[in-house]
Structures are given as C-alpha cells and as structure tokens.
Nanobody, 126 residues
Framework: QLELMESGGGLVQRGESRRLSCKIS????????IGWFRQAPGKEREGLSC???????HYADSVKGRFSISRDNVKNTVFLQIDNLDLEDAAVYYC????????????????????WGQGTQLYVSS
C-alpha cells in the first residue's frame, strides 16, 4: 500500500529557505511521478512542481526560479526546496503520486494525482 508523508514545515522568516520532504512508503518511487501542491486558507489547491522517474521536472510559472524539486529513489523521498520565502508562501504543502508509470506534465492538475499525504504546514513571518 502506497503512503506518503510530508515533513519540513514550521515557522520560517521571510527571505529564508526551507526544504520540504515527502517520504513514500510501499512501492518503489521509481515508477511514480510525484507532485507538490499547496493550499492556503480560502484558496484553491495550487500545483507547484512535479518530478518524473526519468529526472524530468516541471514547475508552475509562479514558482520558477525559487522552487526546486528533487528526488532520491534509493531513499524513496522527494524534496521541495523553497528559497526566498514570502508571506504568500504560507500554506499547507502536500505531495501526491500520479498513476503507476504515468509521467507528470506541466499542467499540474491536482485531480490527476492519486495518493496524497496529510500535508505539512508552513508559516512565514515578517
């Protein structure tokens, strides 16, 4: 059974960086695309980035240059590095898997992702 668990959230100051982690338990990460999303209070869930097993990545235009996704297939973990955090980055961050052996693309449509973690809350203070 596939399970995902995010970590790395907490309180950070504006301008700092933070790396979020998504640990996958169960089947190997090698066959799954992994996406990162976030949801702020009162807002829709927003697609941020995704990573394919072949190493290709995609980013939403709004986060290009500040967000970086990477994966460690041995540790079954996907990371999201966020640099120069802003107040608008405060949200619950989720990771999710796509269907088995289906690559992700730049559309980052959350309804195409199958299994989700519980999320990790990121607070940004000024």
């Amino acid at each position: 059974q596939l399970e995902l668990m995010e970590s790395g959230g907490g309180l950070v100051q504006r301008g700092e960086s933070r790396r979020l982690s998504c640990k996958i338990s169960g089947p190997t990460l090698r066959y799954y695309a992994i996406g990162w999303f976030r949801q702020a209070p009162g807002k829709e869930r927003e697609g941020l980035s995704c990573s394919n097993p072949d190493g290709t990545t995609h980013y939403a235009d709004s986060v290009k240059g500040r967000f970086s996704i990477s994966r460690d297939n041995v540790k079954n973990t996907v990371f999201l590095q966020i640099d120069n955090l802003d107040l608008e980055d405060a949200a619950v961050y989720y990771c999710a898997t796509g269907p088995w052996r289906v690559p992700c693309d730049g559309r980052l449509q959350h309804n195409e992702y199958i299994t989700w973690g519980q999320g990790t809350q990121l607070y940004v203070s000024s």
